[in-house]
């Protein structure tokens, strides 16, 4: 009832039920949206309290591994200043190394380039060596074929001499230039001579005269001999006296000697005129 007026407040009245209506109807959807979002936060906060009784039963383990790492992590940490101390060492002796290897290696310079001159100088030396072994294998197989020609013609002289040989009738006497092969029997130091048992019937007769070779290379003085008695098998050599320049041996019973026949030792024209050069020699034999 409007008491001011006699109009109706019936529509008036209608429209602010509804209103009402409309405000219960969004207090019910608040309420029950507010419920729905209240029993999410509960659920939610019950997770949360989950993971956090979660994680504080993983801290409570994490705290006894982290006590228990620490002095691991000291250790290692101790361990690390070390080997960085070692390592700032090591480099020091790095850079030491260097330098020497670099002071090594200017000093190779010179060396390599002495190598490199060596290597092309040795380059040239195979090469000529080369071209000389090709030079001596050429003239060793020259020096063969005249080896087997002097082969061949040494058989052919020998196949022609020996008939010729054999028709030449040898004195009994030791013929000049021939050798013989003796051995001292017993020495005479007076006499300055040697006895052999040679005679007469090997072909030694009284003033025979002998060159004794004592080395097979002519490398000693030789001297002469004359034999001043000769026997059926025994014979007596002494030193030649027209050669009082000629150096004195030395005898030795049992010595082998070589001893050739050789020619008269003086001039007999003119005995004042005999020197050295006359003297024979086993060239002129």
């Not at 019950?46 to 801290?59: A, D, P």
């Not at 002095?71 to 030491?96: C, D, F, H, R």
């Not at 040494?154 to 021939?178: A, K, Q, V």
């Amino acid at each position: 009832m409007n008491r001011g007026s006699f109009e109706s407040l019936d529509s008036t009245l209608i429209s602010e039920k509804e209103k009402l209506n409309e405000a219960e109807l969004l207090i019910g959807l608040e309420t029950n949206s507010t419920e729905a979002n209240m029993s999410a936060l509960l659920k939610i906060n019950r997770e949360y309290r989950k993971q956090l009784e979660q994680l504080e039963e993983g801290s409570s383990g994490a705290s006894e591994e982290l006590s228990f790492l620490l002095p691991k992590v000291k250790s290692l940490t101790e361990q690390l200043n070390s080997s960085q101390k070692e390592l700032g060492q090591a480099e020091e002796e790095i850079a030491k190394i260097e330098a020497m290897i670099l002071a090594e290696r200017q000093r190779m310079e010179p060396l390599k380039e002495q190598k490199d001159v060596s290597v092309a100088q040795l380059s040239e030396v195979s090469l000529a060596h080369s071209s000389a072994e090709m030079d001596w294998q050429r003239l060793d197989q020259n020096f063969s074929s005249l080896n087997r020609i002097r082969q061949a013609a040494l058989e052919t002289f020998t196949n022609s001499r020996n008939p010729l040989m054999e028709e030449i009738i040898r004195p009994f006497e030791i013929f000049y230039g021939d050798s013989i092969e003796v051995e001292i029997d017993s020495v005479s130091e007076k006499e300055k001579g040697f006895f052999i048992k040679w005679g007469l019937e090997q072909g030694i007769c009284s003033g025979f005269n002998f060159l004794v070779q004592t080395d097979e290379n002519w490398n000693e003085m030789p001297v002469y001999v004359t034999c001043s008695l000769a026997e059926k098998q025994y014979s007596f050599l002494k030193l030649a006296e027209s050669l009082p320049s000629q150096v004195t041996p030395s005898f030795r019973k049992g010595e082998k000697l070589t001893l050739i026949r050789s020619a008269e030792l003086t001039n007999p024209i003119s005995s004042s005129n005999f020197d050295d050069e006359k003297t024979l020699s086993p060239i002129d034999l």
